[in-house]
C-alpha cells in the first residue's frame, strides 16, 4: 500500500493564481480531511469528508473548496490564492469515526508571493 | 483562545531523561484524546490515544488524561536522541456532539533529546 499521497510536494504561487493540491488513498478509507500547519499554530483543520459525495467545513475553511467524487481521491482547490495561505498542507484519512488514527501524508509546502 | 493549548517549546534534554509534555483543553465535550509524533518535514504518525481519564502505557511512552484539570500528558521515559521531534496533543468529541469526528489539535512541542 502507498498509503496517503499527496501532489505536489512544493509549489510556488503568485497571488491570485488557482490550483488544485491532490490527495490520494489506497487503504479504502471512508474519512478524508485537509488541515494546514503554520508555526505556533499547530495542525487547523480546513475540510473534511466522511465519504464520497459528502464534504464538511472545518475550522478554516475561507479560500479553498473540495469535493469527494470517489472513496480515494479528496482534492483542495485554492480558488484565488493569498499570501495568508502559505503553509505547509496536509491530507489525512482513517478508517472511521472517533479518529482514533489518522495517517498523513507527506505534505505539500505551498509558498503564494 | 484554542480549544487546545500546548506550550511550543522548544524542549531541550539529555539522552535518558524523562520528558513531560503537556496540554490542556477547554472542551468539556472531548472525549478521545491522542499524542501525534511528527518528524522534521513529514506528516504526523500516531503515538498513543486514550478514551476519557485514565492512564495508557506503550513501552518508554505514558499518556495521562485528567479531565477534572482538563490536562493531557505524555510522559517520555529513557529519552533518546530518536525522540526528537515535534509532538502533537488533539482531541475529538464523543457522537451527537459538534466535535465528534474532528480532531483539534495543540500547537505542538518541539523536542530535542541531545546525545
Known amino acids: 500500500n502507498a498509503g496517503v499521497t499527496q501532489t505536489p510536494k512544493f509549489q510556488v504561487l503568485k497571488t491570485g493564481q488557482s490550483m488544485t493540491l491532490q490527495c490520494a488513498q489506497d487503504m479504502n478509507h471512508e474519512y478524508m480531511s485537509w488541515y494546514r500547519q503554520d508555526p505556533g499554530m499547530g495542525l487547523r483543520l480546513i475540510h473534511y469528508?466522511?465519504?464520497?459525495?459528502?464534504?464538511d467545513q472545518g475550522e478554516v475553511p475561507n479560500g479553498y473548496n473540495v469535493s469527494r467524487s470517489t472513496t480515494e481521491d479528496f482534492p483542495l482547490r485554492l480558488l484565488s490564492a493569498a499570501p495568508s495561505q502559505t503553509s505547509v498542507y496536509f491530507c489525512a484519512s482513517s478508517y472511521g469515526v472517533p479518529l482514533m488514527e489518522q495517517f498523513f501524508g507527506p505534505g505539500t509546502r505551498l509558498t503564494v508571493l | 483562545q484554542k480549544e487546545v493549548e500546548q506550550d511550543p517549546g522548544p524542549l531541550s534534554v539529555p539522552e535518558g531523561a524523562i520528558v513531560s509534555l503537556n496540554c490542556t483543553y477547554s472542551n468539556s465535550a472531548f472525549q478521545y484524546f491522542m499524542w501525534y509524533r511528527q518528524y522534521s518535514r513529514k506528516g504526523p504518525e500516531l503515538l498513543m490515544y486514550t478514551y476519557s481519564s485514565g492512564n495508557k502505557e506503550d513501552g518508554r511512552f505514558t499518556a495521562q488524561v485528567d479531565k477534572s484539570s482538563k490536562y493531557i500528558s505524555l510522559f517520555i521515559r529513557d529519552s533518546q536522541p530518536s525522540d526528537s521531534a515535534t509532538y502533537l496533543c488533539a482531541s475529538s468529541g464523543d457522537a451527537g456532539g459538534t466535535s465528534y469526528g474532528k480532531l483539534t489539535f495543540g500547537q505542538g512541542t518541539i523536542l530535542t533529546v541531545h546525545p
Open positions: 469528508s466522511v465519504g464520497a459525495g459528502i464534504t
